[in-house]
């Protein structure tokens, strides 16, 4: 592998262009988490009343936050990298200078993960505001390091998807099998505690079960040590993911 400090390069390229459209890019990395929230946690959370001795929201948030990172730099790493790859020959424009296939790719997960991160701590601010607050400002900290985290890791896995795909349809498979069903088997809207034993089992594998599992300990402060477990399937998973992601978007790029 070829890194260099040229991925910095990628990443302002990236942020310089984000700046005609962050207005409209961040209502758009609002919509879909803040629907949950107020559907969600508003109206189901008025019949549900507390869970666990807080209002359901405190269980509702640290999830619905980390599926938003998920979400949002998934999409960046889909869509938004098929379209400079394949559309506006970006990626060709990159590699014919000093910029090697590596730091490119490298350069748009990086960049995926920050798109997650803003969206993350929108969604955080909107939550701060609805009264739904982390128990300390260290608190705070650790969620904004878990998103990073979570960011690479989504951003990797979907340039493992943008690497195969053909076309955008192809991106529907991943989301509607993948990402889908993540959201609602991952204990995001509800435990996971009442599932049957085969579909516990299955949840083990799907990383934004661990990510919202180290959210919502982060969030209520309240700390156990299979938050090791956690932490080390989504870092072995994102080391993974990332060093595949860049090897088959290279072999994608130079043909």
Known sequence: MNFSYRIAYVFWRNLVSYKRFVL??????????????????????????HF?????????VPGVLITSVMMTASFECMYGTFVKMVHEKLYDSLIATPVSAEDAVAGDIAWG????????SLMMIVAIFMGILPV???SVLLLVLLMIFVGILFSSLAMIVT???????????????VIT??????????PLDKFPAWMKTLSLFLPLTHAVAI???????????????????IFVLEVIAFFIGVRLMKKRLIK
């Open 24 to 49: 409209t890019t961040f209502l758009a990395s609002l919509i879909q988490p803040l629907f949950y929230l107020i559907t969600f946690g508003i109206g189901m959370g008025a019949y549900i009343g």
């Open 52 to 60: 666990g001795g807080k209002p359901y929201l405190y269980f509702l």
């Open 215 to 233: 959210s919502r300990a982060i969030f209520n402060g309240t700390y156990t040590r299979g938050l090791i477990f956690n932490f080390l399937v």
């Open 181 to 190: 069903p993540m959201l609602f088997f991952s204990g995001v809207f509800f």
């Open 113 to 120: 993960a920050f798109r997650g991160l803003v969206s993350g």
């Open 163 to 177: 690497a195969f795909a053909p076309n955008f349809d192809f991106f529907n498979y991943y989301s509607e099998l």
């Open 136 to 138: 300390s400002l260290v």
